[in-house]
Structure formats: structure tokens, C-alpha cells
């Protein structure tokens, strides 16, 4: 139904900046909330923002408030992540994730979304 693919990931120098895209596609794939969530190695996955249908509300974690800003083109089925001011403890590996269709709010939950992309990889380095 929805099918999500990342990119934009890369290795960049502490301090610097990265902006990941996810394109969607699928049914009604403008109607769901999307979320990126992060996983480092040997540890769990986490959220890290999430935006509403409309766009007109966001969530973010604690640790990138300041630093990273979700947004999204409905009209180009793509959702974005900029991050800037990186540090270390970002590298990971991103995912893009989206709500079933019904599901239009902002949430850090990963039960809520039902569709995950492959993930991007991003390092970061000292």
C-alpha cells in the first residue's frame, strides 16, 4: 500500500549538516503521518521527529530539538529531515516511517506506523 525509500544519508564532519529525503508512494500515501526514527548500532531504535498529515504540527525528541526540523511536500509525496549542528552521537541509521492512512496525527510511537523504509545511513565523525 505504501512503499517508503530514504536517501540523502552520508558522512559528514561533527558540526555539519545532512538533509534526508523519503519518497512515498502508494494510496492515499498524503493522507498519513510520517516519521523518521533512528537506530545506532547495538542499540534500540528511537524516534527522532514526526509530522502530521497537514503538516501543521510536529514532534521532535529531546536530543535534535534545535537541531533537526521535519517537513514534508504533499503535493510531491516526500518527506524531509534536516539536520544540522551534527554531532557524534547522531550516526545511526535513519528510517523513514508512515501511519496507516487513517492516522493523521504526530506520534513518537513506532506501533503507530505501518510502513517503514530500507533506511540511510549517516555517521558522523569527530
Known amino acids: 500500500q505504501v512503499q517508503l525509500v530514504e536517501s540523502g544519508g552520508g558522512l559528514v564532519q561533527a558540526g555539519g549538516s545532512l538533509r534526508l529525503s523519503c519518497a512515498a508512494s502508494?494510496?492515499?500515501?498524503?493522507?498519513?503521518?510520517m516519521g523518521w526514527f533512528r537506530q545506532a548500532p547495538g542499540k534500540e531504535r528511537d524516534f527522532v521527529a514526526s509530522?502530521?498529515?497537514?503538516?501543521?504540527?510536529?514532534l521532535s525528541a529531546d536530543s535534535v530539538k534545535g537541531r533537526f526540523t521535519i517537513s514534508k511536500d504533499n503535493a510531491k509525496n516526500i518527506l524531509y529531515l534536516q539536520m544540522n549542528s551534527l554531532k557524534p552521537e547522531d550516526t545511526a541509521v535513519y528510517y523513514c516511517?508512515?501511519?496507516?492512512?487513517?492516522?493523521?496525527?504526530?506520534?513518537?510511537?513506532?506501533?503507530?506506523?505501518?510502513?517503514w523504509g530500507q533506511g540511510t545511513q549517516v555517521t558522523v565523525s569527530s
Open positions: 502508494g494510496r492515499t500515501v498524503s493522507n498519513c503521518a
Open positions: 509530522i502530521s498529515w497537514s503538516g501543521g504540527t510536529t
Open positions: 516511517a508512515a501511519t496507516t492512512g487513517a492516522y493523521r496525527s504526530a506520534t513518537m510511537r513506532g506501533d503507530d506506523y505501518a510502513y
